[in-house]
């Protein structure tokens, strides 16, 4: 019985709390700015780093650049990155969200890959590149050129890129301004 009432109560609290967002994003007039759901998407994404959910259709959701700038803009990511280049004067990374945690020997880190289809995301052009052991040439991370940082990551083998990790800073437009290889032995 006193399970049945937490739950009846919880649920009632979800349900009023779910009303009150609904009625807080509805009451805007028309001059407080843009009402495209942009908003909402950032302040999702600032919480989460979770793959966007299905389309109520069924199919895939986007993975365009657009998509992932609203789901990353202004937000720290750790990531895989499987692939990287570059074109139209940008360069461009393959990413999906992945885990670090502690290595249990060494001052290092583990990486937990994660799972579903790496998103292309773009650097700004003055994006920073600090990489360390594997990638890097010392274990503290140092400088590299965006060039040489795509040189020395596709130059592994697809199966090595898989173990490495990287915390990301992305700006307001979802284009990365800080790539940080962690340090893994």
Do not use: N
């Not at 750790?78 to 570059?86: E, S």
């Not at 003055?126 to 274990?139: E, F, H, I, N, Y």
Request: negative net charge; proline residues 9%; charged residues 20%.
């Amino acid at each position: 019985m006193r399970v049945a009432h937490r739950r009846t109560t919880t649920v009632r609290c979800l349900t009023a709390l779910t009303v009150g967002l609904l009625a807080l994003t509805g009451c805007g007039g028309p001059d407080d700015g843009p009402d495209d759901g942009q908003a909402t998407a950032a302040a999702t994404a600032s919480v989460t780093s979770e793959a966007p959910a299905p389309s109520p259709d069924g199919t895939a959701p986007s993975t365009s650049p657009s998509a992932t700038a609203a789901r990353w803009a202004g937000t720290k990511q750790f990531v895989q990155i499987d692939d990287a280049r570059t074109g139209d004067g940008r360069t461009y990374l393959s990413v999906r969200p992945a885990e670090k945690k502690p290595h249990p020997q060494f001052e290092a880190w583990v990486i937990v890959p994660g799972e579903g289809p790496y998103t292309e995301v773009s650097m700004t052009e003055d994006a920073q590149v600090l990489l360390s052991v594997p990638l890097g040439d010392a274990k503290h991370p140092a400088a590299y050129t965006q060039d040489e940082f795509v040189s020395r990551l596709t130059a592994r083998p697809s199966s090595d890129r898989a173990l490495l990790g990287y915390d990301l800073s992305f700006d307001g437009q979802g284009r990365v301004t800080r790539v940080q290889s962690l340090y893994t032995p």
